[in-house]
């Protein structure tokens, strides 16, 4: 499988102010990441599709200006939440996805984001 | 569009009972299902998935495409198994998936 982690696991921020989530495949050339959100108490929603070397793929209702994504190499994605509110506060969860044999998604631990 | 529907929060089972957590999803297709588990602060990790029709830590799940049904089972259940269980379905094995809003499993002792 594929070691996932994300950097950081926790974030406080400021209202207005941006911040950028790290998400490395320790040993696997990814090719193609995934975001997702997850409020409390409520499942895993697909925010968008990470592709290497060039534009991620939104998916409806994300604002791709506020959730900028890059994924400038086989083993980084970032997510940037450029001028956040409040209402951005939530578990950001990368999930890189395997090829070969099995197309599998192995997740990384998440980070919760808290804008103050 | 592809919806994956979990219609229980919470599960509540004593220790050695039966555990059936219910999936249901809709897709047009042929879709893959799989079963990820969350346990307290860890990350998602796969269960088992529909295709390799194995038997993970003692569930199953059985794949039925007339009631578009994936539902996990286990004869008996033990305290370990509590945890967050999500259902999730893909349409094509290079596409994201889709989760269902997840089941909690409490087993008590």
């Known amino acids: 499988g594929a070691v996932v982690s994300q950097h950081p696991s926790w974030v406080i921020c400021k209202s207005g102010t941006s911040v950028k989530i790290e998400c490395r495949s320790l040993?696997?050339?990814?090719?193609?990441m995934f975001w997702y959100r997850q409020f409390p108490k409520q499942s895993l929603m697909l925010m968008a599709t990470?592709?290497?070397?060039?534009?991620?793929?939104?998916e409806q209702g994300v604002e791709k200006d506020k959730f900028l994504i890059n994924h400038a190499s086989l083993t980084l994605s970032t997510l940037t939440v450029t001028s956040a509110h409040p209402e951005d506060s939530s578990f950001y969860i990368c999930?890189?996805?395997?090829?070969?044999?099995?197309?599998?998604?192995?997740f990384g631990p998440g980070t919760r984001l808290t804008v103050t | 569009a592809q919806r994956v529907t979990q219609p229980e929060k919470l599960l509540s089972v004593f220790k050695g009972a039966p555990v059936e957590l219910k999936c249901n999803y809709s897709?047009?297709?042929?879709?893959?299902l799989f079963w990820y588990v969350q346990y307290s602060r860890q990350r998602l990790q796969l269960l088992l998935r529909?295709?390799s029709r194995e038997s993970i830590k003692g569930f199953t799940a059985d794949l039925n495409k007339g009631e578009t049904s994936f539902h996990l089972k286990k004869p008996f259940a033990q305290e370990e198994d509590s945890a967050m269980y999500y259902c999730?379905?893909?349409?094509?094995?290079?596409?994201?998936?889709?989760f269902g809003k997840g089941t909690r499993l409490s087993v008590i002792a």
């Open positions: 999930s890189v996805l395997t090829s070969g044999r099995a197309y599998e998604q192995y």
């Open positions: 040993d696997f050339q990814a090719t193609t």
């Open positions: 990470s592709n290497e070397g060039s534009k991620a793929t939104y």
């Open positions: 897709y047009s297709g042929s879709p893959e």
């Open positions: 529909h295709i």
């Open positions: 999730a379905l893909r349409a094509l094995r290079n596409t994201p998936l889709v």
